[in-house]
């Protein structure tokens, strides 16, 4: 592999061709480390026309490091709300604690440092490195992957840790060779050439800036014609799906009284967030209402009618799906506990605003409001 004409091609590619974004403002190796750690952060599993308007809004309440860290976990799960892989947020929120603690509130320009933080990998680190302190350190995400498994003509499945780990070399050996103040762009120009030229369905070649003559060839797939083929991607698994069920729990007469929300635990999925309480149907359940009935006694330990569907919800995770059954429920007996959530409140439909929810719960909330302000709005619960 000719790294040092790949780089080169690269970073002059870039300077021409590469998007504007909101956390471009300074050419990449010369930014904000704060502003790429949360681009970056932000860009994981997401795609880039969503990540600019959560940015943008993020940059705007949590401008600095600082403020970020004197910040209240609910106050930036509200802010990633709808964004999902909401461990980020905490993790950026708990690294930003951490920086401000150990390094007087300046990100470290150091692996080591970087890789201690919680939420910060080889790839976030690298990204860092480079793009705010320009120094020849590799990254390697999805984009990147792609484009040099094609590079490489890579024929085994694109996981294979032995894969990863040529794959890791490679990147470094093209940063390496990127000329002096040029790493930062260089890594920017491989991730921008896998989200604009050598895309998943569809290798550009013919105005690929690494497509070079058949006599010196850059891309070895593209040469050999089977750029199409790669990269090898590892054969999925059947995605399991659960049917789930949930309660709107009404404190008294629906839309007329309180209703119930669970904060939910700290260190599982969605954490923190607040939610409508239900869970899983399993196989000793009757019928969904049975499942939201056991569900409300072992989470909550009260009782609760359960009365009209509100809404279902389909919703798919990265490793399985769910159908959501939200019901109106009533309290029936005993006192709300937090025996397996965090926290529980009481509160009106207006101030379901002021908490933290995850996608499919915000479906719930959109059905509640719709059923307030239909004129027939009291559903039988009970
Ligand atoms: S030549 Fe084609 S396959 Fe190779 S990197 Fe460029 S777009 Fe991708």
Not at 126 to 136: D, K, M
Not at 238 to 262: C, F, K, M, N
Request: a negative charge; glycine letters at 8%; hydrophobic letters at 45%.
């Amino acid at each position: 592999m000719d790294a040092r004409s790949i780089a080169a091609r690269l970073v002059a590619w870039h300077a021409e061709h590469q998007r504007d974004l909101p956390w471009r403002s300074a050419p990449a190796g010369f930014r904000d480390p704060y502003a790429v750690w949360v681009s970056e952060i932000m860009a994981q599993q997401t795609r880039i026309d969503t990540v600019v308007d959560y940015y943008v809004a993020w940059m705007a309440r949590f401008p600095t490091l600082a403020r970020l860290a004197a910040a209240d976990q609910q106050d930036i799960l509200k802010q990633w709300e709808g964004l999902g892989y909401y461990a980020r947020a905490r993790n950026l929120h708990k690294a930003a604690r951490q920086v401000m603690v150990e390094y007087g509130g300046e990100i470290p320009a150091n692996r080591q440092a970087l890789l201690a933080l919680p939420g910060i990998g080889p790839y976030t680190a690298g990204a860092i490195l480079s793009l705010a302190f320009n120094q020849p350190q590799p990254i390697l995400d999805g984009n990147v992957k792609r484009v040099l498994s094609r590079l490489a003509d890579i024929d085994r499945p694109i996981n294979d840790p032995s894969v990863v780990k040529e794959l890791w070399r490679k990147a470094a050996a093209i940063v390496e060779a990127a000329e002096p103040g040029a790493a930062g762009a260089c890594n920017e120009a491989l991730m921008e050439l896998g989200a604009l030229i050598c895309t998943p369905a569809n290798s550009r070649c013919l105005i690929c800036p690494l497509h070079a003559p058949a006599a010196a060839p850059l891309c070895l797939a593209a040469d050999r014609g089977v750029q199409g083929e790669r990269p090898i991607m590892p054969k999925r698994k059947p995605t399991p799906h659960y049917d789930v069920a949930a309660g709107v729990i009404w404190q008294g007469a629906p839309y007329e009284s309180r209703l119930l929300i669970a904060q939910r635990a700290q260190d599982g999925m969605l954490g923190g967030l607040w939610e409508f309480p239900g869970g899983k149907l399993e196989a000793g359940d009757a019928d969904l209402p049975a499942c939201l009935r056991r569900e409300i006694d072992e989470e909550l330990g009260f009782s609760i009618q359960v009365g009209e569907p509100l809404i279902t919800v389909e919703h798919a995770f990265t490793h399985f799906r769910i159908t959501l059954h939200a019901f109106h429920a009533r309290h029936a007996a005993g006192e709300p506990r937090a025996i397996d959530c965090a926290d529980w409140r009481w509160v009106t439909l207006d101030e379901l605003d002021g908490f933290p929810f995850p996608v499919t719960d915000q479906k719930i909330i959109a059905a509640l409001r719709q059923g307030a302000v239909s004129a027939n709005n009291a559903p039988a619960v009970g």
